[in-house]
């Protein structure tokens, strides 16, 4: 079991930054492949980014590639997304969240645990 907590959302306007943290506990950390995934209101869950385990790959959703970053320290068990020139499209709940598939996933039904979430609120 990996428990997994979220920080860093915040309301920001058009074009600002935001940093998301996740940190993780439990199992090793370095086993886990890892994704941010996202929910907007009254829409389903989407993939956002996902990192192999070692950091070495990542994959991003069209949407958010060149704008987002994914990234992790596997010494310090955490998992960090930098957001930059956001829109209020991205305005969401992200969730960090670990797999067992290798070497990564772009499915959010691949992700076996997740965090609480943190609010994302881009205004125009």
């Known amino acids: 079991q990996v428990q997994l907590v979220e920080s860093g959302g915040g309301l920001v306007q058009a074009g600002g930054s935001l940093r998301l943290s996740c940190a993780a506990s439990?199992?090793?950390?370095?086993?886990?492949?890892m994704g941010w995934l996202r929910q907007a209101p009254g829409k389903e869950r989407e993939f956002v980014a996902a990192?192999?385990?070692?950091?070495?790959?990542?994959h991003y959703i069209d949407s958010v590639k060149g704008r987002f970053t994914i990234s992790r320290d596997n010494a310090k068990n955490a998992v960090y997304l930098q957001m930059n020139s956001l829109k209020p499209e991205d305005t969401a709940v992200y969730y960090c969240?670990?797999?067992?598939?290798?070497?990564?996933?772009?499915?959010?039904?691949?992700?076996?645990?997740w965090g609480q979430g943190t609010q994302v609120t881009v205004s125009s």
């Open positions: 439990g199992r090793t950390f370095s086993n886990y492949p």
């Open positions: 990192i192999t385990r070692s950091g070495t790959n990542t």
């Open positions: 969240a670990a797999t067992t598939k290798f070497p990564s996933s772009v499915y959010a039904g691949d992700y076996n645990y």
